[in-house]
């Protein structure tokens, strides 16, 4: 099948936290501090599984089990975003072979774009100390879509403003519900196994799954023109 595909791709898509950078951990640990304050408990496991890829206005109600304003929502997505800054910034680092996968996506003429639910600060301060805002063609972020993850929103609004077909894109994404909302977008997800084990991915939906881009020398000669 993905030999099949590999005739039809023209653009990639990278979900960010958990998939190009491995920050996840950093991100479940703000969110326990935080339901820890708020009187809740919340387990790393869990999160991964129902929460990640979902917006922070969609999160935190389903966390707090109560409809929160929009100025609480603020509040609270600040506070926890910058603990979770301040816990990654000695760590901060691309996923191993990434590097050279985009200088291979370049070299092919594939378009590249990321699809995140990451907060702006969060993509600001991953893209610059990684040195990824000159590589990338297109952003999108939770602010530019109605629904998060696992709706397709965020790919669909990535593939459109690459004017790449669906069908012809690859998502590369480290969670479940992510894996979802790229075989909701109609394409073809390659699930990264920074947070969730392969057969986990796969159950949800992923078409293959990598430990990481040192593994796609061989994966990417069966997907890319």
């Excluded at 809740?40 to 409809?67: A, M, V």
């Excluded at 909302?181 to 078409?207: I, K, N, P, Q, Y």
């Amino acid at each position: 099948m993905l030999r099949r595909v590999a005739d039809l791709i023209r653009a990639v898509l990278f979900d960010l936290d958990g998939t190009m950078v491995d920050n996840m951990r950093f991100h479940v640990d703000a969110w326990i501090e935080m339901a820890k304050k708020l009187g809740h408990e919340l387990t790393g496991e869990y999160f991964q599984r129902e929460f990640s890829g979902r917006k922070n206005e969609e999160l935190l109600p389903l966390l707090l089990g109560r409809p929160l304003d929009a100025s609480e929502i603020r509040r609270l997505s600040e506070e926890k975003e910058a603990r979770y800054r301040e816990l990654y910034e000695p760590h901060v680092r691309l996923l191993d072979g990434l590097e050279a996968f985009l200088d291979l996506l370049g070299a092919r003429g594939i378009a590249v774009g990321i699809a995140t639910a990451a907060p702006a600060d969060n993509r600001e301060f991953v893209l610059e100390r990684t040195g990824l805002s000159g590589r990338i063609s297109v952003v999108v972020g939770a602010e530019q879509v109605e629904r998060g993850k696992p709706a397709p929103d965020l790919f669909l609004t990535a593939a459109r403003q690459l004017a790449c077909e669906p069908s012809a894109t690859v998502v590369f994404e480290d969670a479940v519900l992510g894996v979802q909302a790229g075989r909701a977008a109609g394409m073809t997800v390659c699930g990264v196994t920074t947070s969730e084990r392969s057969d986990v991915l796969l159950a949800a939906g992923a078409h293959f799954t990598i430990r990481d881009f040192t593994e796609l020398p061989s994966a990417s000669l069966q997907l890319l023109p």
